[in-house]
Structures are given as C-alpha cells and as structure tokens.
Nanobody, 115 residues
Framework: QVQLVESGGGLVQAGGSLRLSCVAS????????MGWYRQAPGKERELVAR???????DYADSVKGRFTISRDAAKNAVYLQMNSLKPEDTAVYYC?????????WGRGTQVTVSS
C-alpha cells in the first residue's frame, strides 16, 4: 500500500500564493507519475497538474502560467506552487501517485481563495 500525506492548503486572498506538498510512503515500486487534482463543491474532480517520471509536465489550461508542479524523486515528493490565485481556484486539492502496482490518492487539502 501507498500512503500520501498532503500539506500546505489554507486561506489566501486573491492574487496570493500557496505551496502544496505531498510525500508518498509505503510499498512504492516505480512511480510513473505524480500529480494534483482538485474538486470544487458541486463539480467533478479535475486534473490540475501532473509530472511524469520523465519530468514531462501537463497542466490544466486554467492554471497554465500560474501554477508550477515539481517533484523530488529521492523523497517521493511532489509539490504545487500556486501563484496569482483566483477565487475560482477554491477547491479541495488531492495528491495522486501512480506507480507500477498502485494508483494512490491523498485525503485532500482545502484551498480557499477569498476575493
């Protein structure tokens, strides 16, 4: 089993920044991709950003130019730097790690952006 621990959510004013962190532990065999998803009230969970083991990144159009995903392979960690936050970024953010044998999800961390 793979366990994910997320941190870094909170309340911020529009235009502000937050940095999310996620560390994976447990039976991790060959991580293929790490990423962040979000789910706002009444909406489906959506991809925010992900990074493959090749370091190729993928972003939702709504966050391009504002968010940056990075990873530390040695620590099995993934980060999401969020700048120029907007009220529409308000959601629960979930870490996701896809490895050879698992597709693990974190419990989520709340990000609230006030206008």
């Amino acid at each position: 089993q793979v366990q994910l621990v997320e941190s870094g959510g909170g309340l911020v004013q529009a235009g502000g920044s937050l940095r999310l962190s996620c560390v994976a532990s447990g039976s991790i065999i060959r991580i293929n991709a790490m990423g962040w998803y979000r789910q706002a009230p009444g909406k489906e969970r959506e991809l925010v950003a992900r990074v493959a083991s090749s370091d190729i990144t993928d972003y939702a159009d709504s966050v391009k130019g504002r968010f940056t995903i990075s990873r530390d392979a040695a620590k099995n960690a993934v980060y999401l730097q969020m700048n120029s936050l907007k009220p529409e970024d308000t959601a629960v953010y979930y870490c996701n790690v896809r490895s050879l044998l698992n597709n693990a999800w974190g419990r989520g961390t709340q990000v609230t952006v006030s206008s």
